[in-house]
């Protein structure tokens, strides 16, 4: 978790990484496999974000918003690998009363 102070509003910042991997035997491995678990993962992180920020007294919340998603495949012959990297990113700001 990074800590960035600006001027009155204490903020921190965290992120998931969330790696999917998928390999199979020779040139049997989809990136449509890897892309459907990538749904889900949003999918299941989308609903959390939906909950109201104000159960969290003081606080302000941006929740888990998808910052960037990767491919990658590898191979080496027998089989490939496939992985998918989802980083989400959490900003809470904490609200100052003055």
Same mark, same amino acid.
């Given at each position: 978790? $990074?800590?960035?102070?600006? $001027? /009155?509003?204490? +903020?921190?910042?965290?992120?998931?990484?969330?790696?999917?991997?998928?390999?199979?035997?020779?040139?049997?491995?989809?990136? &449509?496999?890897? #892309? @459907?678990?990538? +749904?889900?993962?949003?999918?299941?992180? +989308?609903?959390? /974000?939906? !909950?109201?920020?104000? *159960?969290?007294? $003081?606080?302000?919340?941006?929740? @888990?918003?998808?910052? &960037?998603?990767?491919?990658? #495949?590898?191979?080496?012959? +027998? @089989?490939?690998?496939? !992985? !998918?990297?989802?980083?989400? !990113? *959490?900003?809470?700001?904490?609200?100052?009363?003055?």
């Amino acid at each position: 978790m $990074g800590d960035a102070r600006t $001027g /009155n509003c204490p +903020s921190s910042d965290c992120t998931i990484l969330a790696d999917i991997v998928w390999q199979a035997q020779g040139n049997l491995a989809r990136t &449509s496999e890897v #892309n @459907h678990i990538a +749904s889900q993962v949003i999918e299941a992180l +989308s609903a959390l /974000n939906a !909950r109201p920020t104000n *159960d969290l007294g $003081g606080f302000e919340v941006n929740r @888990h918003y998808l910052e &960037s998603s990767n491919t990658l #495949n590898e191979s080496n012959g +027998s @089989h490939v690998i496939i !992985r !998918r990297l989802l980083r989400f !990113r *959490d900003l809470v700001f904490e609200t100052v009363t003055t």
